[in-house]
């Protein structure tokens, strides 16, 4: 399994692939036994992408004005709406913080790739993005130092807007 170097160099991977007829075994293998894995991994990393980026949509168009009745301001002064927009950051954190935790960086850009490589990108229309999100952060929960600036990196991938 590659992880994200296959995207740019994708030839080469295929025909280091292809010279081998064990590794064509062992790819059909891998494809056969855990391609209903990978997808609901995928999945589940397009998921956390999608709530993000509908979180983003409606900050957007509650700072537009598209909502009559709500601007950004009267939710800040609402207890509800202050402490749901809290929770719906905290939520987004909690999911980035659990993902590097629980699945390392690599390891998720393995996944990413033999889905992308058993599906095709024409099936997949988050690819991009979804890479963007999942790309490894160096963090590795066994280590005894932390990344520099992790996770505010791991965050600002997709920024939240300044009020």
């Keep these: 399994m590659w992880d994200f170097k296959y995207m740019t ?3 080469l991977f295929e025909e280091k692939l292809n010279a081998s007829e064990t590794l064509l075994e062992l790819d ?3 494809r056969e036994t855990h391609l209903p894995i990978l997808e609901r991994f995928y999945l589940m990393f397009e998921s956390i992408y999608k709530y993000i980026k509908d979180f983003l949509r409606y900050l957007e168009e509650l700072n537009e004005g598209v909502f009559i009745q709500h601007t950004f301001e009267s939710i800040l002064m609402d207890f509800d709406g202050k402490q749901l927009l809290a929770e719906a950051v905290h939520l987004y954190g909690v999911m980035l ?3 590097d935790e629980r ?3 690599i390891v998720r850009e393995r996944m990413l790739v033999a ?3 058993y599906k095709g990108s024409e099936t997949i229309a988050l690819a991009d993005e979804v890479c963007k999100l999942c790309r490894t952060t160096g963090y590795q929960p066994s280590a005894l130092k932390k990344p520099l ?3 505010e990196d791991y965050f600002a991938r997709f920024p939240l ?3």
Excluded: N, T, V
């Design 103 to 105: 699945i390392e960086g």
């Design 149 to 151: 600036h992790y996770p």
């Design 97 to 99: 913080l659990l993902m």
């Design 28 to 30: 059909e293998e891998l």
């Design 9 to 11: 160099q994708s030839e």
């Design 115 to 117: 889905f992308y490589r």
């Design 161 to 163: 807007p300044k009020p």
